[in-house]
């Protein structure tokens, strides 16, 4: 499967930016769907995933800020991302896999090319 993010930027604190994810493949529905992210100097990080029922996992950094769901309809992964917080600042890639989602990013064998989130304090 073939993943394309898009719809990062530059935001200040506070504000909100959308992510999305294409997701190229028939079988959309088999997949769980997620998003991890990397800080320069810091280690790859969950974020958030979601199963192919919907059901939905975050990273304790983002609950209640970030949503994740997906459009089955347009074979689409969106992130919606609120509150933004400098901490945020990273480089956001979509993922995804066959069977339940996981919190491990070594678990995922299908990646995106990853999308620069930006957030000026």
């Known amino acids: 499967v073939q993943l394309q993010a898009c719809g990062g930027g530059l935001v200040q604190a506070g504000g909100s930016l959308r992510l999305s994810c294409a997701v190229s493949t028939r079988t959309f529905s088999n997949y769980a769907m997620g998003w991890f992210r990397q800080a320069p100097g810091k280690e790859r990080e969950f974020v958030a995933a979601?199963?192919?029922?919907?059901?939905?996992a975050y990273a304790d950094s983002v609950k209640g800020r970030f949503t994740i769901s997906r459009d089955s309809a347009k074979n689409t992964v969106p992130l919606q991302m609120n509150s933004l917080k400098p901490e945020d600042t990273a480089v956001y890639y979509c993922v995804g896999k066959r069977g339940p989602y996981s919190r491990s990013w070594y678990s995922y064998d299908s990646w995106g090319q990853g999308t620069q989130v930006t957030v000026s304090s």
């Open positions: 979601i199963s192919w029922s919907g059901g939905t």
